[in-house]
């Protein structure tokens, strides 16, 4: 590109697959690209600098700069069917008016899994809740040091601390009033590690 998209929020997707699939791999990890497109309506003015992004975390075609985000989607022989996923989260930010804004993020996931989930038809389901540990919900909600101090993880019963625009964009969607038990967004606190504070609560907000 020559010029940024301010129009919209962008994502570079790039991905890399050493294992052969019976389903569509790029199809399934572009419709999840779209989404979150299409769900984000904010932009960032410009382009990020990611000329340093480590080999692990470049998919092999990751531009020197981009608008807004870049996401590498990898495969690799993890433990095979049914034990480790993968991982994937941000790899990378820039600081815009002292908060942290993620400019790049790694998904890497099992190739046996892979292949599960394309034949059950949940692979881009997935592709999408892990494109969202990318943008930041679950990874970067308490890191005050980066600017983003939005949930309570002193203890076990996560929440969001009242007062910012998560809690307030859930009321007008959801109708819950200030001061009820449903004000903000109900967080996960089953789980171990990765799971507990780290996404909302999926009883709640299937």
């Known amino acids: 590109l020559s010029h940024a998209d301010t129009s919209r929020f962008n994502i570079c997707l790039d991905s890399y697959h ?14 999840a690209k779209e ?4 769900v984000i309506v904010g932009d960032h003015p410009g382009f990020f600098d990611i000329s340093h992004l480590g080999a692990d ?5 990751a531009p020197t700069q981009v608008d807004d985000l870049y996401i590498c989607g ?7 069917l049914g ?31 892979i292949q599960y989930m394309m034949d059950k038809g949940t692979f881009a389901e997935v592709m999408k ?16 040091q980066f ?3 939005l949930v309570d993880t002193s203890t076990h019963n996560f929440f969001y601390r009242t007062g910012n625009k998560a809690c307030e964009k859930w ?6 009033s200030v001061g009820s038990a449903y004000e903000c967004p109900p967080i996960e606190m089953d789980g171990g590690a990765g799971t507990a504070g780290g996404h909302w609560d999926e009883v709640i907000i299937p």
């Open 171 to 176: 009321r007008d969607v959801t109708g819950c």
């Open 83 to 113: 034990g480790v996923l993968g991982s994937a989260g941000p790899v990378m930010g820039s600081f815009v008016n002292g908060k942290l804004f993620v400019t790049a993020g790694r998904m890497k996931f099992d190739q046996e899994d």
């Open 35 to 38: 989404k979150w497109e299409s």
């Open 129 to 144: 809740h892990e494109m969202g540990h990318i943008i930041g919900i679950g990874s970067i909600w308490n890191m005050p």
């Open 147 to 149: 600017g983003h101090d």
């Open 57 to 61: 975390y470049n998919c092999g075609n």
């Open 18 to 31: 050493a294992g052969t699939y019976t389903g569509d791999w790029v199809g399934d990890l572009t419709r």
């Open 74 to 80: 990898m495969d690799d022989a993890i433990d095979g």
